[in-house]
C-alpha cells in the first residue's frame, strides 16, 4: 500500500486569516477569514480524499482496515479512522471552549475530544488559556458565568505566552481558548463535539451571536486542572516526546540536511506531519518518491515502510499508538 496523502479541506471560520496561504504556500479556495484545514479527517460530514486515488479516507478503511491499521482491525471496519489532524490560523481570539470527558460525552450528547496542540509559528503577544487559575473554585467560576455575562471569565483562566515549537496536549475536560496570533498543527481524537463557555461578546459570520453551551460546559469542566505546562520547544534533540497519552502518541524528530527518519512497516500506523523544512520519501516497496513541503500531513500504513529523507533541516512530528 502506498504513502496516502489528502485534499485539505477548509473551513471559514471568524477568528481566522490568511496564513495558510501566506505562511504555508497553501492555494486556498477563497479570500476571508479561513481558520482551518481538515488535513485527515474520517467523519460523517468530512471526509478526506486521496490524491493518489481518489477514494475517501472511509472507503480506504473500509476495503483495508487491516492493512491501515493492522491486524487487530482487521473485523472492525465500521470503525472511522481514529485521528483527526488539522491547521488552525488563529488570527483572532477562539472561544473560550471545553470539550466533554469520555465518561460524561454520551450523556451531554457529543464526544470526547482530547488533542495536542503544536506552535509553528507565533508572534509576539501570542498565547493560550490552558487551565484554571490555581485557587479558583467551581463556586466562583460558575458566579462570573451566570452573574457577569462571562465578562470577567479571563481572570480566572490561565494564561501562558508561547513561543515557535512549543506544544501542550490537552485533557477532554481541559478549559481552553487558543489566543490570536498562533498557527498551529493540532493533532486529536476522531471527534468534532465543542462547548462554548464565552465568546468575548462578538458576533460570527453571520453577523450573530454564536451559540454557547452553558449547562454542558459546567458538567464537562475539570475544576482540579490549574495550570498546566507548556512544554517547550527544541530543535536540538534529535528525537523527544511530546505528547503521550492513551489516545495516541507524538514525537518529534529534528533532522539535519541528509538524514533519514525510517518508518518500518507491520509496526503501526502512523502520521507524518512536516512542520519544518523539505523531505523526500522513498518506500521501500514501489520505490517511489515523494516530495513533502512544511506544512505536509501524510498517513504511512501499517504495511508501508521507507524513509523521510531531509533536503534541508526538517521537524518532522510522527503520531502513532492510536
Not at 263 to 272: F, L, M, R, Y
Request: with cysteine.
Amino acid at each position: 500500500m502506498e504513502l496516502l496523502s489528502f485534499k485539505p479541506i477548509y473551513q471559514d471560520r471568524v477568528w481566522g486569516g490568511d496564513n495558510l496561504r501566506t505562511r504555508l504556500g497553501r492555494e486556498l479556495p477563497h479570500t476571508g477569514p479561513i481558520g482551518e484545514a481538515w488535513e485527515i479527517v474520517d467523519r460523517p460530514e468530512a471526509q478526506s480524499v486521496c490524491n493518489q486515488t481518489g477514494k475517501t479516507l472511509a472507503q480506504w478503511m473500509q476495503a483495508s482496515a487491516a492493512d491501515i491499521m493492522g491486524p487487530a482491525w482487521a473485523k472492525t471496519r465500521n470503525q472511522p479512522f481514529p485521528i483527526l489532524v488539522k491547521w488552525l490560523d488563529c488570527q483572532d481570539r477562539l472561544s473560550l471552549q471545553v470539550h466533554p470527558p469520555a465518561n460524561l460525552a454520551e450523556q451531554l450528547g457529543g464526544e470526547p475530544k482530547t488533542e495536542c496542540w503544536y506552535i509553528t509559528e507565533a508572534t509576539a503577544q501570542a498565547g493560550l488559556y490552558v487551565g484554571l487559575k490555581k485557587g479558583t473554585t467551581r463556586s466562583q467560576f460558575e458566579s462570573v458565568l451566570r452573574e457577569e455575562g462571562g465578562a470577567g471569565l479571563q481572570s480566572l483562566i490561565h494564561h501562558a505566552p508561547v513561543k515557535r515549537g512549543e506544544s501542550i496536549l490537552l485533557e477532554s475536560g481541559r478549559i481552553h481558548a487558543i489566543d490570536a496570533g498562533n498557527l498551529i498543527l493540532e493533532i486529536q481524537q476522531n471527534s468534532d463535539t465543542t462547548y462554548r463557555v464565552y465568546d468575548w461578546g462578538r458576533v460570527g459570520l453571520d453577523g450573530k451571536p454564536r451559540q454557547l453551551h452553558i449547562e454542558q460546559s459546567l458538567s464537562a469542566i475539570d475544576f482540579d486542572d490549574f495550570e498546566p505546562e507548556i512544554v517547550h520547544a527544541d530543535f536540538e534533540a534529535p528525537q523527544r516526546i511530546l505528547a503521550d497519552s492513551p489516545l495516541f502518541r507524538i514525537q518529534q524528530f529534528n533532522l539535519k540536511a541528509g538524514e533519514s527518519l525510517s518508518i518500518q512497516s507491520h509496526q503501526s500506523p502512523s502520521i507524518v506531519s512536516l512542520v519544518e523544512g523539505t523531505v523526500v520519501s522513498l518506500s521501500d516497496h514501489s520505490g517511489q518518491r515523494q516530495t513533502l513541503q512544511r506544512g505536509a500531513n501524510v498517513l504511512c500504513p501499517y504495511v508501508w515502510g521507507g524513509q523521510f529523507k531531509a533536503t534541508c533541516d526538517a521537524t518532522i512530528l510522527l503520531t502513532d499508538n492510536f
